[in-house]
């Protein structure tokens, strides 16, 4: 199984952005899947989390009403609306996928490469 995150940028504060990952090798609605991200000197954080079975959703506070995830399965693609965005969320985003995970924790069997995102003015 292989994941491709894309849609990073630099994007000015309270600009948006969506992130997607395509999911490769595998049934996108086998796994459960996560984003994570980490900024410079930081350690690495679950952001969101969407349930492969019932698609529940799950956020870090620090993104809650800010943040959406879905995931399109035909597509085999999550995407992570970003909106509002702040300087703090400057980071590499990652996704992930897991079979039983504790949503923004993990454990994950997959990761793709990052994307970054900035947020600057």
Do not use: H
């Not at 199984?1 to 630099?10: C, M, R």
């Not at 999911?23 to 991200?37: A, E, K, P």
């Not at 909106?83 to 996928?97: F, G, I, M, R, S």
């Amino acid at each position: 199984v292989q994941l491709q995150a894309s849609g990073g940028g630099l994007v000015q504060p309270g600009g948006s952005l969506r992130l997607s990952c395509v999911v490769s090798g595998g049934t996108l609605d086998y796994y459960n899947i996560g984003w994570f991200r980490q900024a410079p000197e930081k350690e690495r954080e679950g952001v969101s989390a969407i349930n492969r079975v019932d698609s529940s959703t799950y956020y870090a506070e620090s993104v809650k009403g800010r943040f959406t995830i879905s995931r399109d399965n035909p597509k085999n693609t999550v995407y992570l609306q970003m909106t509002n965005l702040k300087p703090e969320d400057t980071a590499v985003y990652y996704c992930a996928a897991g079979g039983i995970v504790i949503p923004l924790q993990g454990p994950y069997d997959y990761w793709g490469p990052g994307t970054q995102v900035t947020v600057s003015s």
